[in-house]
């Protein structure tokens, strides 16, 4: 059976801050005085070990958003925005080209059910001395109903969906504007919040690549299917069309 099999200490994983269901625990991103191990910094955007490697045998870093623990990408200004998907992709590059990593792994957690434990936004980047890149995604899921092209990045609706429902698709070309690309982020993550699902708080943010290409999906997080977790069948929804024609209504009259 090929899959990526990965040792997780649970023993480090019981002792890792928690503030998503605790909001009374302190926060340890708010506390920058007292962060250790920070590589590079841009304002309130803090790139930094991970200081709880539960993933052994690799190599965790975290990606600090903004110094706001209650802030979130559609509050962002435009400029805050593209700095910290600048700051993401270059620490991500850097990895992949370091030689220490097959595979780097660069998303985002937000929210109760996105499998993450801290509140305060932020972004990790994880890098495998050795992990099969092969099994990681499929391009067809980077597909779907075109919203929008502009500037050498498409936004669509994923039509071939990891999980199922409401996948926004990111795709910029080789030679692509970034502020285009962090915006389209920030639009995906926006319209999710606000209009896919009423009172959605949970999401992920996927980056991937393929030499040189790359590719970003946002997916919103709720319970998941127990066809997707016990049967591995991804579910095509129906309003694939719809969810594009609004996303055109709404952000690109």
């Known amino acids: 059976m090929k899959i990526n099999l990965i040792k997780f200490n649970t023993d480090i994983g019981k002792i890792k801050p928690e ?43 975290v990606l600090i958003e903004s110094g706001d623990c209650d802030s979130d990408m559609p509050n962002y200004s435009d400029e805050h925005m593209k700095r910290v998907i600048e700051m993401g992709l270059k620490q991500w590059r850097k990895l992949l080209k370091s030689g220490k990593y097959e595979e780097v792994l660069f998303f985002k957690n937000y929210g109760a059910m996105s499998g993450g434990t801290i509140k305060h936004p932020h972004m990790q980047l994880v890098g495998f001395p050795k992990l099969n890149s092969e099994l990681l995604f499929f391009e067809e899921e980077l597909r779907g109903a075109v919203v929008k092209n502009l500037n050498g990045v498409e936004m669509n609706v994923s039509n071939c969906p990891r999980i199922g429902f409401g996948e926004i698709n990111i795709v910029p070309e080789k030679n692509f504007d970034i502020e285009t690309f962090s915006q389209f982020i920030k639009i995906g993550v926006d319209y999710l919040k606000k209009y896919f699902r009423k009172n959605l708080s949970s999401y992920n943010i996927f980056f991937y690549h393929k030499g040189e290409q790359i590719y970003t999906k946002i997916i919103p997080r709720f319970a998941t299917s127990p066809y997707f977790v016990g049967y591995n069948i991804h579910f095509l929804p129906n309003n694939v069309e719809r969810i594009a024609e609004e996303l055109r209504k709404i952000y690109f009259k």
């Open 19 to 61: 503030t998503l269901f605790h909001e009374e625990n302190k926060c340890p991103f708010c506390d920058v005085e007292n962060l250790k191990d920070i590589i590079e910094t841009d304002g309130g955007i803090i790139f930094l070990k991970n200081k709880y490697n539960v993933i052994e045998g690799a190599d965790q870093f």
